[in-house]
C-alpha cells in the first residue's frame, strides 16, 4: 500500500510540513525506519532520533518541525499513532454469518453482518450489533447485549446480563461480569 503524506495526515487530522506528495509505504519506529516509511515521535527527545533516521516522515505535536524530514502535526502524536498502524496494518474483515459450530438460542438476535465463530455459544435474549465480530469459542450467556462494530477475541466469557457497548475489543480468554454475579450471590446466600 502506498499512500502520500497529505493522505495520511487527512486521515489523522493533521497538517503537513514538507512534501505533501511524499509517498509512504510503511510504517515503522525510528530505529528500524527505512525510506518510505512513517514514524512517530511524541517529544523532543524520540523527534530527534526520528530525524536522525531514515523514516520519510514523522508524526509528531503541533510544535516540532525540522528541516530534512516531512513532519506531519498533529494534536495528540499518541492517538495519531494508534489510527496510523491502523491504516498500515488493517485487521482482516470476518465474513458475516454464523459458523455451522456455534450453537445459538433460538430467542438470539443476531445482526445479519455480524460474524459468530466457530464453537461459540449464545444464550437465550442475547443481542449482538452490527458488524461485531465474536472468535471462535466464545461464550455469550443469557440477556447480553453486545453493541455495533464489536469485537471479542478467542474464549471470552460474558456472564448473563452482561452489556457491551460499541466498538469494543475484548481480549482472548477475558471474562466480564463474573465478579458481579459471584457479589450477587454471595449477598443472596447470607441474607438468608
Known amino acids: 500500500m502506498t499512500l502520500t503524506t497529505a493522505e495520511i495526515a487527512k486521515q489523522l487530522g493533521g497538517e503537513v510540513l514538507g512534501d505533501p506528495g511524499a509517498a509512504l509505504t510503511g510504517f515503522a519506529s525510528a530505529d528500524l525506519a527505512k525510506p518510505g516509511d512513517l514514524t512517530f515521535a511524541e517529544n523532543a527527545e524520540y523527534f530527534a532520533k526520528a530525524e536522525a533516521g ?8 503541533k510544535e ?6 516531512v513532519v506531519i502535526r498533529v494534536a495528540n502524536p499518541r492517538v495519531a499513532f494508534a489510527k496510523a498502524v491502523g491504516i498500515f496494518f488493517p485487521e482482516p474483515k470476518a465474513a458475516a454469518g454464523i459458523h455451522p459450530s456455534a450453537v445459538v438460542a433460538k430467542t438470539a438476535q443476531i445482526d445479519p453482518s455480524a460474524h459468530i465463530g466457530p464453537h461459540c455459544t449464545i444464550g437465550e435474549r442475547v443481542k449482538v450489533g452490527a458488524n461485531s465480530v465474536l472468535m471462535s469459542g466464545n461464550f455469550i450467556g ?47 446466600s447470607t441474607s438468608r
Open 54 to 61: 531514515a523514516a520519510t516522515a514523522i508524526i509528531a505535536g
Open 64 to 69: 516540532l518541525t525540522s528541516a530534512s524530514k
Open 142 to 188: 443469557d440477556d447480553s447485549v453486545i453493541g455495533d462494530g464489536t469485537k471479542l477475541f478467542p474464549n471470552v466469557v460474558l456472564y448473563a446480563r452482561s452489556q457491551v457497548g460499541q466498538r469494543v475489543r475484548i481480549h482472548a480468554g477475558s471474562v466480564i461480569g463474573g465478579t458481579a454475579l459471584a457479589t450477587c450471590l454471595m449477598r443472596a
